[in-house]
């Protein structure tokens, strides 16, 4: 991938989430469109949202986003940052048009013009005209437009002509996501906004927010069981948001959550993928428990890596070296913990008790 927009629109699209054969819809929302019909429009919604991730990453120009080349700058330049927030603009564009939108029976959006630019101004969307046109392409046909444009005192009218039950599916899961401060919700399509009524969102509050995002049903199994058993063990925990995906963090004590300070364990949506990361500062009560351990664990504590720029400095305090099979290990735990892997089923007990064993 040569553009910034092309790595994160690529994210955008794995952030899909997949979703059951079946799901529950809220009664509520059968008075728009029937259980069949939302299940059918809320499928087909989905492969639209991965269509239009897959054109940008095929010719991100075309689509109206910023083509910053990924050898010219930086993971942290603001090229890149912007580029990441632009990933999100078709999302932004949906979501604007079902929550302004006026729902119809005959399955249009009926939107008053000036209501429109005042929410695209509010989420800086420029130019929704010539989105509009591009969502042709998908399906989507717009009426009202002057000359191709949005004029002010006027009303536009969206529909579907394929399948109107996609509209009934995007406008639910719009005003359902506003309604409840759920953005991420319907950039990620998540199905469980269908579970309650308009202004109630119920989902999220444990493990699922990271978990909704794995592909692999083992993955969603290990990361419950992981989840489980640091309740178990009387673990307090928050949620954040970060660049790759959500995250829930561990702490020991809630004293150390309010202060926001150094947490035991991340359980993280890398790119859709679990991965647990773990502090450990003294590998000395932890080596002769992690020796006996099977190979799968040893060898992710045989992997060693350079360091930050601290370590060059000679001013790090958070990196450990420690002996182990021989080998001469560093870990750097400046921005992270120092430990990261991608827990199996069987293994997830060994590193969670390598971590309470080596104390806080």
């Known amino acids: 991938m040569k553009y910034w927009i092309q790595r994160w629109s690529q994210l955008r699209k794995k952030e899909l989430i997949s979703y059951p054969d079946d799901f529950p819809i809220h009664n509520i929302y ?14 087909e919604l989905h492969e639209i949202f ?23 700058y930086g993971y942290f330049s603001k090229e890149a940052r912007a580029s990441r927030e632009k990933s999100y603009q078709y999302a932004k564009v949906f979501y604007v048009l079902g929550y302004s939108g006026q ?3 005959n399955g249009e959006l009926w939107i008053q013009a000036d209501q429109l630019k005042e929410q695209c101004k509010a989420l800086k969307i420029t130019n929704i005209d010539k989105f509009l046109k591009i969502l042709s392409n998908y399906g989507f046909m717009t009426e009202g437009l002057i000359n191709g444009k949005i004029k002010s005192n006027t009303d536009i009218r969206i529909s579907y002509p ?6 009934a599916a995007f406008y639910i899961l719009a005003v359902k996501s506003k309604n409840t401060n759920r953005f991420q ?41 992981i989840h489980e058993e640091l309740i178990k063990r009387k673990y307090v925990y928050n949620f954040q948001e970060w660049n790759e995906g959500p995250k829930i963090r561990y702490y020991q004590k809630e004293g150390d959550r309010n202060r926001n300070t150094n947490a035991s364990f991340w359980l993280t949506s890398m790119d859709t993928e679990l991965i647990l990361y773990f502090r450990i500062s003294n590998m000395d ?15 992710n504590f045989l992997v060693s890596d350079t ?46 008790n390598a971590v309470e064993l080596a104390g806080k």
């Open 185 to 225: 919700d319907f950039c990620r399509l998540n199905y469980r906004l269908f579970a309650d009524d308009w202004n109630t969102a119920e989902h999220g509050g444990g493990i699922d927010a990271v978990s909704d995002l794995f592909h692999s049903e083992q993955e969603r199994e290990t990361a419950k069981k």
């Open 103 to 105: 729902w119809e029976q």
């Open 285 to 299: 009560q932890a080596i002769a428990y992690i020796q006996n351990a099977p190979q799968s664990v040893i060898r």
């Open 30 to 43: 059968r008075t728009i469109d029937t259980q069949e019909g939302l299940m059918s429009g809320f499928r």
């Open 307 to 352: 360091g930050c720029a601290n370590r060059i400095s000679g001013k790090c305090k958070s990196g450990i070296s420690y002996q182990l099979d021989g080998k001469t290990i560093w870990r750097c735990g400046c921005c992270n913990p120092n430990f990261q892997v991608p827990p199996d089923m069987q293994d997830y007990l060994y590193y969670i």
């Open 50 to 72: 991965a269509r239009c991730y897959e054109d940008i990453l095929n010719d991100p120009a075309a689509m109206l986003l910023p083509v910053y080349d990924r050898n010219d």
């Open 162 to 167: 394929d399948n109107p039950h996609v509209m």
